[in-house]
């Protein structure tokens, strides 16, 4: 396995520039759905830290006089059956979602690539150990660990990050392991044992920056399944707790109702979850083929 | 081979006891039992009663002994008892499997026979308008909840039939076994048809690109012979692999699905059953999945030894 040297790759896929602006450019150009992907993360960035100066209304002021209000000039989106503007909880909902994905993909990932570095670095009982507590780890999908955790830990924000972390740890943990050990082999590690360095050293300033390029990729696959999960969490009221405006909270068992008495209620926060992840996937999906050109399809 | 299998097998056991661990001690590390929530509710009531119940349900006992008690019942095939039926687990969760078992089979060959040929043909026609179509509606797939997909087959079907589908545990018409297990399988099989379409593709795209494949052309025989005669052949492997992992997995869609639908199967249970607090049934239906997953994960390595005759395990 040799580190990858993206200047060569870029030359070879035609780009003239290899730096700066004009690089940007030609990736953007080479990849037009990643693209996309990014300027629709972009948006919900932006709507999470502007969501104040979006909405006129607050999204937990209930108004019942106006409750399941249709779609109008007044609110774009309708409002709920508390009466609550529903564009503004979609735009606040922005927060929560990129709070608990970000938040766990961060946290679940730090701790993946230190269990990661750690068993592939040190071998021995200490891996032995680690696979078998990852091996625990994923004999249960996302959502069913995700939702023993909640139950365990109780519904709030933090809690919510946690349970969506831990059950990411193993996948990240297991592609560092992976590549630690075909890194550990390379010349450049040998050289630096040579030289004296000691062995906490190689491992963070040799082994895991070159152990960047899959994390980030991975990062990314896994950001559109952590907000998925937080949805699907909050859908069964096992997530975010009312008031705070999730999208899956939104769309939770009473929707079965909504579906018939105020679709608006139904489709919107649908759309907003669907677009994130679709987001998040579409520029995953480029940053793969740019980092990690082994994998392409 | 035969010596593969038994380390296989024995770390399928280190596995299974390990979750067991792990979600036994994770239901009971928040304070606050099945008792607590019961009394609060009623109130202020006499401590002794409280005690009689703890004893009765045995978790006035050391968590160990607890844990123990589980597991040496788990042996017997004596599961516990519901703490809100009181009735028996085994009784609980039994006649809720065929359920969430069919429903899962049906998605399985919803995603099988959607994403197989579209990920074929994706892969023969890279880099056109169709094949680029295919990789964003497949990705799209990938993007929608499944919960929020239920919802908007329930909204379809109330503005074409006017009502919501009603669950029939005993479908005799095929309206009825559609609108009870298909619709509902759709839902849940959409995402996995994606990823089965994704894997196709990428498989098929591997394989196309061998030499064998040239020969076969050269050869004269005719593009569909190549496609699906000589490199699906090959290609199916790993979208086997694929398909068996995302059987255990489906669990996750079927759980939000199962509740959209209101559908009275095991996924839903697990739900139901957490925000009781009824761990009997938690941590029953937890050992249940985590087994399905593990010996999917066992059956597809085997079926690989067997459909790839390169493939020899030995250790």
């Known amino acids: ?297 | 081979m035969f010596a593969y299998i038994v380390r296989r097998l024995a770390l399928m056991l280190v596995t299974l006891i390990g979750i067991s661990i792990v979600i036994f001690f994770l239901l009971r590390i928040v304070p606050g039992n099945i008792v607590d929530i019961l009394f609060d509710a009623a109130g202020f009531v006499d401590p002794a009663d409280k005690a009689n119940l703890e004893r009765e349900l045995g978790i006035d006992q050391p968590l160990v002994v607890q844990y123990l008690h589980w597991i040496g019942g788990l042996l017997r095939g004596d599961l516990g008892y519901s703490y809100v039926s009181e009735k028996p687990a085994l009784q609980e969760i039994l006649p809720r499997i065929p359920i969430t078992a069919r429903l899962a089979g049906l998605a399985l060959l919803f995603s099988a026979s959607v994403g197989i040929p579209l990920g074929v043909i994706s892969a023969v026609y890279q880099g056109s308008r169709l094949d680029y179509v295919l990789r964003v509606v497949s990705l799209s797939g990938l993007s929608l909840p499944s919960f929020w997909l239920g919802l908007l087959i329930l909204m379809a079907s109330v503005s074409m039939f006017g009502s919501i589908p009603i669950f029939n545990p005993d479908p005799k018409t095929f309206g009825e076994l559609f609108s009870t297990y298909m619709l509902p399988s759709m839902a849940v099989g959409f995402r996995s048809s994606a990823l089965t379409m994704r894997i196709t593709r990428s498989s098929m795209l591997e394989v196309l690109r061998q030499d064998y494949i040239r020969t076969a052309r050269a050869k004269g025989a005719s593009d569909a012979s190549v496609n699906f005669h000589h490199a699906l052949k090959n290609a199916i492997l790993p979208v086997i692999t694929v398909i068996g992992i995302e059987a255990a997995f489906l669990i996750g869609g079927l759980i939000v699905t199962e509740t959209v639908f209101n559908i009275p199967g095991v996924a839903r249970f697990l739900v139901e059953a957490i925000r009781w607090r009824d761990y009997p049934i938690v941590q029953n239906l937890v050992m249940l999945i985590a087994v399905v997953v593990v010996v999917a994960n066992f059956t597809v390595d085997m079926l690989y030894a067997v459909f790839d005759p390169r493939i020899r395990y030995t250790d």
């Open chain 1, 1 to 297: 396995m040799d580190a990858i040297n993206y200047d060569i790759e870029l030359k070879r896929a035609g780009a003239k520039a290899t730096h700066g602006w004009s690089r940007l450019r030609f990736l953007a150009q080479r990849h037009i759905l990643g693209t996309i992907g990014l300027a629709i993360m972009t948006l919900f960035v932006f709507a999470a830290l502007f969501a104040d100066l979006i909405c006129r209304y607050d999204p937990l002021t209930v108004d019942s006089a106006h409750a399941l209000a249709h779609p109008s000039a007044a609110h774009w989106m309708g409002t709920d059956s508390f009466g609550r503007d529903v564009w503004a909880r979609i735009i606040h909902g922005a927060r929560i979602s990129l709070a608990v994905g970000i938040g766990s993909t961060v946290l679940g990932g730090s701790i993946g690539v230190v269990v990661g570095l750690t068993s592939g670095y040190l071998s021995g009982w200490v891996d032995l150990v680690f696979q078998r507590v990852t091996d625990v780890l994923q004999a249960l999908p996302l959502l069913v660990l995700a939702l023993v955790m909640t139950a365990a830990l109780g519904p709030s924000l933090p809690n919510v990050i946690i349970a969506i972390a831990i059950p990411l740890i193993p996948t990240v943990s297991r592609v560092i392991r992976a590549n630690t050990l075909a890194l550990r082999e390379l010349p450049f590690v040998e050289a630096a044992k040579s030289i004296g360095m000691s062995e906490m050293r190689i491992a963070l300033r040799h082994v895991l920056p070159n152990t960047l390029a899959p994390l980030i990729v991975l990062g990314t696959a896994q950001l559109g399944s952590t907000i998925l999960t937080e949805a699907s969490l909050s859908f069964l009221g096992l997530g975010i707790p009312e008031p705070y405006p999730s999208w899956g909270r939104m769309l939770s068992e009473s929707a079965a109702e909504y579906v018939r008495v105020a679709p608006w209620l139904v489709i919107f926060p649908g759309i907003a979850i669907s677009l994130a992840v679709f987001g998040t996937n579409l520029f995953g999906d480029a940053l793969r083929d740019i980092l990690d050109p082994r994998q392409r399809g």
